[in-house]
């Protein structure tokens, strides 16, 4: 889910002749000006991403917490950015469009809080070891992820897509309840479920979380 707003051109003493920033710069100085804005609004900050579209500049705010994001709270968020980046000039003189959104399926879970918030979905998940996993998170905190393996599955290794089979000495996890250290799982995906599972906290499984991208002038 996401809200765009068309920022026009931001305010402040950026000159037209000044050398623009690289756009490393520009996402470390929209960090500092908005993460304490997201953090009191019960948010936490979880990606930016500047890039051009057409004659704007697109910048895009990915905000995350543990009970969800909702179409109000982004409302609410894309107002305070909006007004923060009205008032500053880190966006100097160039037309931008604002979109502030909550992570889509695709978001790798790679932090504690990724696989906290991902209890109760369908991941696949490479092991450091070697091989892969597909279960349910059961359970996660700071340090480890309890998951109902489904099965494993060889021939992917910690590095994603098309990495290496685990060796021969590599034994692939049994079936059953799991838990792992966060140092021994990759980059998890969840995976797309068009049905929950009985009990489920999730809704409709991950189909409702799908995002589109602002599609500016």
Avoid: C
Wanted: a neutral charge.
């Amino acid at each position: 889910m996401s809200v765009e707003s068309r920022g026009g051109r931001a305010q402040g003493g950026r000159g037209e002749g000044t050398a623009r920033p690289t756009r490393e710069a520009v996402v470390a100085e929209l960090t500092g000006l908005l993460a304490p804005a997201v953090a009191e609004a019960g948010f936490e900050l979880e990606e930016i991403d500047v890039r051009p579209a057409g004659r704007r500049r697109l910048v895009k705010i990915v905000v995350d917490g543990d009970g969800g994001v909702g179409l109000d709270d982004i409302a609410k968020v894309s107002e305070a950015a909006s007004a923060l980046l009205d008032a500053s000039d880190v966006m100097g003189a160039s037309p931008y469009v604002l979109e502030v959104t909550s992570p889509g399926v695709d978001r790798p879970l790679t932090e504690a809080r990724h696989w906290r918030r991902a209890v109760g979905r369908l991941v696949a998940v490479p092991l450091t070891a070697g091989g892969q996993v597909e279960g349910r998170v059961v359970a996660a905190d700071d340090e480890t992820v309890e998951i109902e393996v489904a099965g494993a599955r060889r021939g992917k290794g910690a590095g994603g897509r098309g990495g290496r089979s685990a060796g021969p000495g590599t034994a692939a996890p049994e079936a059953g309840r799991r838990r792992f250290a966060l140092a021994e799982l990759g980059r998890g995906r969840v995976q797309v479920e068009f049905k929950a599972p009985a009990g489920s906290s999730r809704g409709n499984g991950a189909a409702e979380e799908t995002r589109s991208p602002a599609q500016p002038d």
